[in-house]
């Protein structure tokens, strides 16, 4: 295990394992940097977790990290995890170690971010949108309160077609940005969801104690193909503008995970990053804060009453457009949208 470890600002309520602790930020660490009430809240909500195939050994490498960072246990036993295809039974899809790592990251995540949560975990068939999409609906059938979907693609004229997976009024369902740069990935794009854009977190002496800029990799721009959602006003995109809020994604200041299930002939305590790690923080922050959003939407934090509720990332970029769609700016800006936690306010 790597010997790095972890200085927080502030108090945490949990107690990692005694010794050296892994690579990347901890719980505490993303609890501190995005202000989260993740100690009190978040008992009576469920957030699922959208991926394609199967991780064989999804709940016991979530059992190694939530043990390693002193979180309380998460089982199918006490009934806080659960795993399921996407048509909601218990035969489970080809395992695919490359998944696998996405999946451990996104159930990390919701550890890290709300360690009260449920977690469901639904397996699609396979990558296709048709069958993720299908993954969704169950999700939402079976009582998620947000879904997590960290996977995309380029636009494509029929994309529309599939906004309806995503349309679950009074559920919050997050989509990464992607980590390609500058441009509009599907279904971030779909005005249906919280597109979540990516930043650069790195510890700093402020009163935060944090500070953030535009990751390079963090997507966004204006769609092509999908309208504009009637709370967004911004002026330089007459279609849906990409991302809505953000949060931590840059590999350089990348996330501590858990995963056994070797790909590519690694496993065990790995540093991710990208916009996968961000979308099932949003999704958990939104848990966190007890409420449904109004819609379905990521229209919450565009309320200029919820300002103060999100910290602002005004420097760095993520391409060469000139505009606020691939620059930090005050305000709205394209990668990182209206900012990201500062406490579940905004969301």
Known sequence: MPSTTTTVPGSCAYTPAAGPQPSGYAPCDLQ????????????????????????????????????????PPCTTANGCFRKVNQTGGTSY????????????????????????CRILLVEASSASYANLGAAVDQAAFLGANAISNSYGGPEGLGETTYD???????????????????GV???????????????????????????????TGAGSGCSAYEGKPSWQHD???????????????????????YDSYAYQGVSGWLVFGGTSVASPIIASTYALAGLTPASNAGSSSYDPAKAFYLNDVTT???????TYLCNGAVGYDGPTGNGTPNGVGAF
């Not at 309806?164 to 500058?182: E, F, K, L, R």
């Not at 599907?186 to 535009?214: D, H, I, N, Q």
């Open 32 to 71: 501190s940097a995005y202000n989260l009430p993740s100690s009190t809240a978040g008992a009576s909500q469920t957030v699922a977790i959208v991926d394609a195939y199967d991780d064989p050994n999804a709940e016991s490498d979530l059992q190694v990290y939530r043990s390693q960072f002193g979180l």
């Open 93 to 116: 899809p080809a395992p695919s170690g490359g998944w696998a790592q996405e999946i451990s990251l996104d159930i990390d995540m919701v550890s890290a971010a709300c360690p009260n």
């Open 164 to 182: 309806g997976y995503y349309n679950h009024p009074g559920i919050a369902v997050t989509v990464s940005s992607g980590d390609n740069g500058y």
């Open 185 to 215: 990935e599907y279904p971030a794009a779909s005005p249906y969801v919280t597109a979540v854009g990516g930043t650069t977190l790195a510890k700093a002496s402020t009163t935060r104690g944090w500070s953030e800029t535009v990751w």
């Open 235 to 257: 002026a330089g995109c007459p279609r849906r503008t990409v991302a809505d809020v953000a949060a931590d994604a840059d590999p350089n200041t990348g996330v501590a995970v």
């Open 316 to 322: 760095g970029s993520n391409g060469s457009c000139g």
